[in-house]
């Protein structure tokens, strides 16, 4: 059986954790908070998560653990098998990651918790998610999914990342950068109608109280 470690509230724990469950995988989830002790370093590399427990070792960083699950696991896939759609697929997600949700991160701190960003960070943020979605909404078909008539690894990140830097867009720089994206809302509408997506969306609720422990201990 699989080991999922990482933490409910982690937004690419809960990509993989979306993709087990899409998949019929059993797996066990062990609770891991990155850290850089010789325990955790042992498990992952960097001391990240998610990390994905296996027969034989340790897999670590979402896309790689996505695509060893692609790859080596029967059930629902995630993937076309063309090779060009199975680029375009790959390629959103990595846009997703690399313009939307890397830029949206650095506000969180503000955003979620209160503490103060630089102006300069809060304005790089601000010009990069503009650009981020105005590429999302050049590429993503959303016909009905980001990438086309299926659920792909490209709606993983973009249920666990768009939603995240909406609220940094709205919080901080009073935008909506969906606005101009009515099937990108619709399409979050109906992924968070998915009984799986409620499962984790129940799971992180149960996890907040604890994270936001730990988040306060280490100020």
């Known amino acids: 059986m699989f080991k999922l470690y990482g933490f409910a509230v982690s937004n690419y724990y809960n990509m993989v954790k979306l993709a087990l469950l899409e998949k019929g995988l059993a797996f066990e989830e062990v609770t891991f908070y990155p850290t850089q002790t010789p325990e955790s370093l042992a498990i992952s590399p960097r001391g990240k998560v998610p990390v994905l427990g296996v027969e034989v070792g340790f897999i670590n960083e979402t896309a790689i653990i996505l695509e060893y699950l692609e790859q080596t696991q029967k059930g629902t896939p995630l993937l076309p098998s063309d090779p060009f ?10 846009e997703i990651e690399l313009y939307i949700e890397l830029p949206g991160r650095a506000c969180y701190g503000e955003a979620f918790f209160g503490s103060p960003v630089p102006e300069a960070i809060k304005e790089k943020t601000k ?3 503009l650009l981020g979605f105005a590429a999302l909404s050049r590429h993503g078909k959303f016909a009905p999914y980001v990438a086309g008539d299926s659920l792909s690894i490209a709606d993983l990140y973009f249920l666990y990342s768009v939603p ?7 919080k901080l720089f009073g935008i909506d950068l969906l606005a101009e994206m009515p099937k990108a809302k619709a399409l979050l509408e109906r ?12 799971d992180k609720e149960v996890a907040m109280p604890a994270f936001l422990a730990m988040i306060a201990a280490k100020k």
């Open 85 to 94: 759609e199975r680029a375009q697929v790959l390629a959103i997600a990595k």
């Open 127 to 129: 010009a990069e998610l």
């Open 164 to 170: 995240l830097a909406c609220a940094v867009g709205q």
């Open 191 to 202: 992924l968070e109608q998915n009984p799986h997506v409620q499962k984790i969306a129940a």
